[in-house]
């Protein structure tokens, strides 16, 4: 198309814009139809739900040849170096900044690099290894041909919004970011939120789950998966946003399909531009536990498959035992940590070591995290 074939056209869609009736008449319904939309990526083949799929957790369940840990990008080829973070409850993370104890603090990604929701949203349209498109300006472009878009950007950011491509981009962000924060995504509806509003009871093993994941001298799971203060509130997210190094291993079976050296570094929240201090190498966010028992695989890089060996993985720190040391998975020894320098060895060496009761009393607490909607995929 010419461009001034493509100007005259636009121009015609802008002139007709006063006079009908937008069909996305808030930002939340403008951002659900941008988050379903494909037409974002460069081959048309990708959205935000592609790998935010909102029937899984909204977390990626293709396979590839790297299973799950990793998302397949637009071009079909490409495979990133890290999981793709549930986006259900991330409204609730904090913007990035540093807290009065000097912790880094919340932001968007495993390394925090966009402060909030918006520029996370804009993020994954630009990635060549994800949605692939060029440009801003190639992503206004695609807005520009949804007449539906054209009148309803012009009702919600002002006439003639799409003509400026920074606008346009940042109010497709807005939009999205909006969506995201609608209780589709946070509906505080699993079996641990009925039993608190007092709809449902805990079987005996949860109830001790419950128990020995709030109790310190139990365990350590709360130093960092608890973000308010009182262990019966209605909000909690499961995640108080630090960035901590746990020792997880390199994902060999990613590195070894993805194209990145198999010594490559990820260097985790270091990555992120506004950190400079190398003593944040390795470091990375702590995830929400909400859903965690449906939106595996685990850590940063899906390293592991199960999250009974997650809990198992973090246990091998207080354990003589030798099996202890054991991932099931492999039958082998878990692997050293990519960065060994750098970890929250406090945070992981608090509280005693875990017996199998106890540890499956734990992982039958996480698995009451489910929001009501996935609690089928418990079972599958």
């Known amino acids: 198309m010419s461009r001034v074939f493509k100007g005259l056209m636009i121009g015609a869609l802008s002139a007709g814009a ?9 930002l939340e319904t403008l951002g659900e139809a941008l988050f379903f939309d494909e037409n974002l990526s460069k081959n048309r083949t990708q959205a935000c739900a592609t790998c935010h799929d909102p029937d899984y957790g909204f977390v990626d369940p293709r396979e590839t040849e790297a299973g799950r840990a990793v998302s397949l990008g637009d071009d079909g080829v490409s495979l990133g170096d890290r999981t793709a973070p549930t986006a259900a409850y991330a409204a609730f993370t904090p913007e990035f900044h540093i807290n009065k104890d000097g912790q880094y603090v919340g932001g968007m990604f495993w390394d925090g690099r966009e402060p909030g929701l918006e520029g996370q949203a804009g993020g994954p349209p630009l990635n060549p290894i994800e949605m692939g498109m060029p440009d801003k300006a190639s992503v206004v472009a695609r807005l520009m041909e949804n007449g539906d878009y054209v009148v309803s950007f012009n009702a919600l950011f002002g006439e003639g919004v799409l003509g400026d491509v920074e606008a346009a981009y940042d109010g ?21 939120d009925r039993f608190l509003r007092g709809e449902v009871d805990l079987t005996r093993e949860e109830h001790m789950g419950r128990v ?11 130093l960092c998966h608890q973000l308010r203060r009182s262990a019966v509130d209605p909000r ?12 997880v291993p390199v994902n060999e079976r990613v590195r070894a399909v993805n194209g990145s050296p198999e010594k490559a570094l990820d260097k985790g929240l270091l990555a992120n531009p506004a950190v400079d201090e190398s003593i944040m190498v390795g470091k990375f966010k702590v995830p929400t536990l909400r859903n965690v028992a449906v939106t595996g695989p685990y850590m940063h890089n899906g ?11 973090y246990n091998k720190y207080n354990s003589k035992d030798p099996q202890r040391q054991i991932n099931p998975e492999t039958g ?3 692997r050293w940590p990519e960065v060994a320098y750098t970890l929250s060895t406090a945070e992981l060496t608090e509280g005693p070591a875990l017996d199998d ?7 039958a607490f996480m698995r009451t995290l489910t929001d009501a909607r996935y609690e089928h995929l418990l079972e599958e």
Not at 212 to 222: D, K, Y
Not at 236 to 247: A, D, K, L
Not at 357 to 363: G, H, P, S, T
Request: proline share 5%; with cysteine.
């Open 172 to 192: 497709m962000t807005r939009a999205i970011a909006a969506f995201e924060r609608t209780d589709i995504f946070a509906p505080f509806d699993s079996k641990y």
């Open 236 to 247: 909690e997210t499961f995640s108080n946003y630090e960035y901590h190094n746990i020792g």
């Open 18 to 26: 006063g006079m009908a009736e937008p069909v996305y008449d808030s």
């Open 212 to 222: 020995l994941f709030f109790s310190p001298q139990f365990t350590n799971c709360n």
């Open 357 to 363: 009761r106890r540890i499956d009393a734990l992982v």
């Open 332 to 334: 082998k020894p878990f």
């Open 303 to 313: 390293v592991f498959e199960d999250l009974r060996t997650v809990v198992l993985f």
